[in-house]
């Protein structure tokens, strides 16, 4: 019954944070989009930006509320799911957990102030200002709730007495030495994600009812993000394979199949395994992986042979690895093909078959956020708590959890439906240009009867 509870554990939350995941990442990657795009409409007085602004924030919305109910059941679930997780390390990931709370609600305050104040301001950049609070609360809730998944990864700030956690000391826990490397992975590939979408849309929009100025516009700004953040994902990807090789060296050589340790060790991309933990098919890239690791192509890679077999995490997160950074640099490629078609006149940048790539993106960063996470939490297998505590050790032992990965299920398929049903019905009946001419009109209108009122 034990190990069935756990398996059954693992799923409900495996499911929670697949679908969590998505909301979270467009909670925090779409604010900075939204603030950049009123920027520009107001610099360069070009409504068009505005309006992607408008719009935006208006999907946004519908993100955060979906977001918000998972979050609280990802809440729910570490007591009813992890209890002995929490009881141990409950009063060490406290202060994170509350900080990111306060972010939200931070966060959300500023965000209904900013979603009913457009026009309200006889200085405009009055009402951009509100999007600052915004995308720093995002960022902040990001970064605290990421510091609990370090503390998991890299243990401390505490003192080990009689199997529990005394001397505690949140800070230096959130400080650990995962967190710089996670945090700096998961606003880049957020912002990344974000960005990714929204191109996505604009090239989609284009590709089914043709180019127009407004979709042109939102898909060059989008583009010129998804390369910026894509080379700072690559560049954080970096540094989490150096942190990896210098503090977790057994999640790098799961990811990377080094069973001996070697000096100048090769990556190997994709293959699979025999019985025997020999690789077939594989492309070995020669001292690829010790320079990824350690910047030096003759650095020794430590290997699984150094670990005991029952402390390996599961095999299968070397092509969870593969995937992810397939998908991110999948991402720089179309980036930077797109933009030279915009710098090679010969071509053109808006064809049908950029234009089904750029739209390909939005899954393509979503799946790479997912693999992502699922690598991350794979990875540290079999701890809940890097050698303190066990996956077995802190799942519950109630046969019920069973019911409640259904109950779970049911509310995401809801929650995704009604996400999606409301999304199609405020953006398919109201395209751009139609809310453009409503929204010029408003603004002459008002005009007048200033301008009669003053008289």
């Known amino acids: 019954m034990a190990i069935d509870t756990v398996m059954w554990s ?48 208006r999907g946004f919305i519908i993100s955060v509320a979906v977001g918000v109910v998972t979050g609280t059941a990802i809440s729910l679930q570490l007591a009813l799911v992890w209890p002995n997780f929490m009881k141990m390390a409950g009063n060490v990931i406290a202060l994170p957990l509350f900080l990111e709370v306060f972010a939200f609600f931070f966060e959300a305050i500023f965000l209904g102030i900013y979603l009913y104040t457009w026009d309200r301001f006889k200085n405009p950049y009055i009402h951009w200002l509100l999007t600052i609070p915004i995308v720093i609360g995002a960022c902040m809730s990001a970064v605290f709730i ?22 505690v000391d949140p800070v230096q826990a959130m400080m650990n ?27 989609f929009t284009m590709l089914r009812k043709g180019v127009s100025a407004y979709h042109k516009k939102a898909l060059n700004l989008m583009m010129v993000l998804v390369l ?25 050589a799961a990811a990377e199949w080094h069973f001996e340790t070697e000096k100048g060790a090769d990556l190997i991309l994709m293959g699979w395994l025999n019985a025997q933990h020999e690789i077939i098919g594989a492309l070995h890239l020669p001292k690829v992986l010790s320079f990824l690791a350690f910047g030096d192509f003759n650095a020794e890679v430590i290997g699984l042979e150094e670990f005991p077999k029952d402390e390996w995490p599961p095999l299968l997160v070397h092509y969870l690895f593969d995937l992810m950074a397939g998908v991110g640099f999948a991402l720089l490629v179309i980036a930077l093909l797109y933009f030279l078609f915009v710098f090679w006149k010969k071509r053109n940048e808006l064809n049908k078959w950029m234009l089904r790539l750029i739209a390909l993106c939005a899954p393509l960063a979503f799946l790479g956020v997912e693999l992502g996470w699922f690598y991350a939490e794979i990875g540290r297998q079999p701890w ?36 999606v049903v409301v999304l199609r019905r405020l953006f398919n009946n109201n395209p751009p240009e139609v809310e453009m001419e409503k929204w010029m009109k408003e603004k002459r209108n008002q005009s007048i009867e200033k301008g009669e009122s003053t008289r």
């Open 10 to 57: 693992k799923l409900v939350t495996g499911m929670t944070l697949a679908f969590h995941v998505i909301f979270a990442t467009l909670g925090v990657g779409v604010p900075l989009m939204i603030a950049i795009a009123e920027f520009i409409g107001i610099r360069k007085k070009d409504p068009h930006y505005t309006l992607m602004a408008k719009r935006w924030t």
């Open 146 to 167: 990421t510091t609990v998944n370090g503390f998991m990864n890299q243990p401390g700030g505490f003192v080990m007495e009689a199997g529990q956690f005394t001397a």
């Open 177 to 203: 030495t995962a967190t710089f490397s996670k945090v700096f992975h998961v606003l880049s590939s957020a912002y990344l994600t974000g960005a990714a979408l929204l191109a996505a849309i604009a090239a």
């Open 228 to 252: 910026v953040f894509g080379l700072l994902n690559t560049l954080a990807g970096d540094v989490s394979a150096k942190f990896l090789a210098e503090h977790q060296p057994e999640k790098l």
């Open 384 to 419: 809940i708590i890097r050698g303190y505590m066990r996956v077995e050790e802190a799942a519950t032992t109630s046969p019920s959890i069973r019911i409640l990965f259904f109950v779970f299920l049911l509310l995401y398929i809801v929650l995704g439906t009604m996400c």
